[in-house]
């Protein structure tokens, strides 16, 4: 057995990335946030953002209407003036005292429509605390709107930012991984005073910060981002959210959408506060996967080549370890998060994922800027 300067040098050197492998991981950064045990529901506006999704309303809706909250409670459904299949869906309701409805124009300028339909449904709130979620999305338990308001209730809270999944489904466990990923790193900025981006459109936040705040003022040229940008200004003093009663599910996007919705994410992700130090961090994790696995594999070749079968042992032995690490921290945050994927899977996605943002950084390159702003030249 062969102890020399190069095994102890190899040995070191996989030992170190061994250590930043285990530390520099955002499952290891868990958000800090826990159901309030003595908060009172207030009265709530809650703001459903439709857009040609008649079909989506109408199986969220119902569940919306359905909901137990102790408190006053009105539901705004914000849809596009002239879109008859979402008008005749409401009209089946026209009864219900919770429901209101109001129209965004079939023309506006100078901002996107989404952040128009989200300042119109802020605007049309009876109460201060108001949740923002869209059409496609549905409560998982019945009390949800009342378990979420006790957040936002809670001390010195003036938002709250909520999880939303996909239906659990194999075919799509990396969408779930990824989804959950930056919920993670989205919801463990929240909790440490530090906010970036929506962790999902779905927020509870005070009317009246939004309003004194002057809305979207200072971020209407850019066409997406209605969630992020309300994080970005106003949550300060916000909490994330991850009971199971908290949770909405989301229909599963087609991949035409899927693919919008990461370019959309991609640009506005530019244009955060926090894009910096979120970009530093998530580059620094990602090298520290890919530099340990590059060690192991570059020492495990050296060590076959010159028969020093103790570096090979300490290479495999090293892997092995970070490899159950990271296994515990994954299958941890999959049970908080009540996701039903493969912790297993879920070590094969984590090298995925710096290929899929690769990938979208070169299709946005590729785009049209003036796609992702209302300010054309």
């Known amino acids: 057995m062969m102890i020399d300067s190069f ?26 946030g826990s159901l309030p045990s003595s908060a009172n529901c207030q009265p709530l506006s809650l703001v459903i953002i439709t857009h040609n999704n008649a079909e989506d309303l109408a199986q969220t809706l119902p569940l919306w209407l359905e909901q137990v909250y102790p408190e006053a409670l009105q539901i705004i459904v914000v849809t596009e003036r002239g879109d008859s299949a979402t008008e005749n869906i409401l009209k089946g309701y026209a009864g219900n005292q919770r429901l209101y409805t109001t129209f965004v ?31 496609d999305c549905a409560p998982d338990s019945p009390h949800c709107l009342a378990t979420c308001d006790a957040y936002l209730s809670c001390d010195d809270t003036r938002m709250a930012v909520g999880y939303v999944h996909y239906p659990h489904n194999d075919s799509y466990a990396y969408r779930h991984f990824l989804v959950l990923r930056q919920a993670y790193y989205r919801m463990r900025a929240a909790s440490t005073k530090r906010p970036y981006g929506a962790p999902a459109p779905f927020l509870l936040f005070l009317k009246q910060d939004f309003i004194d705040g002057g809305g979207y003022t200072g971020n209407l040229q850019y066409v997406y981002g209605a969630y992020d940008f309300i994080v970005d200004k106003y949550g300060a003093n916000a909490i994330p959210m991850y009971e199971p009663a908290t949770q909405l599910t989301r229909r599963q996007p087609i991949l035409k959408e899927w693919h919008k919705e990461q370019l959309a994410n991609f640009d506005t992700s530019q244009h955060l506060k926090g894009t910096v130090w979120y970009r530093l961090l998530t580059h620094i994790d990602q090298w520290a996967l890919y530099l340990h696995l590059l060690g192991v594999l570059g020492v495990a070749i050296a060590a076959i080549a010159t028969s020093r079968w103790l570096l090979l042992a300490i290479a495999l032995s090293t892997f092995i370890i970070t490899t159950v690490v990271r296994f515990l921290l994954i299958r941890s945050a999959i049970s908080t998060f009540h996701e ?32 992702f702003t209302t300010h054309k030249q």
């Open 7 to 32: 095994t102890i040098a190899g040995a070191v050197g996989l030992l170190t990335t061994a250590v930043g492998n285990a530390l520099l991981n955002p499952f290891k950064r868990r958000p800090h």
């Open 105 to 135: 124009p079939q023309s506006s300028r100078y901002m996107s429509r989404e952040k128009l339909a989200v300042t119109l449904g802020v605007k049309a709130a009876k109460h201060n605390h108001i949740m923002l979620t869209q059409a």
């Open 340 to 371: 039903t994927f493969s912790p297993w899977h879920a070590l094969l996605y984590e090298y995925r994922a710096f290929w899929t943002r690769l990938a979208t950084r070169i299709c946005h390159l590729r785009t049209d800027a003036t796609d």
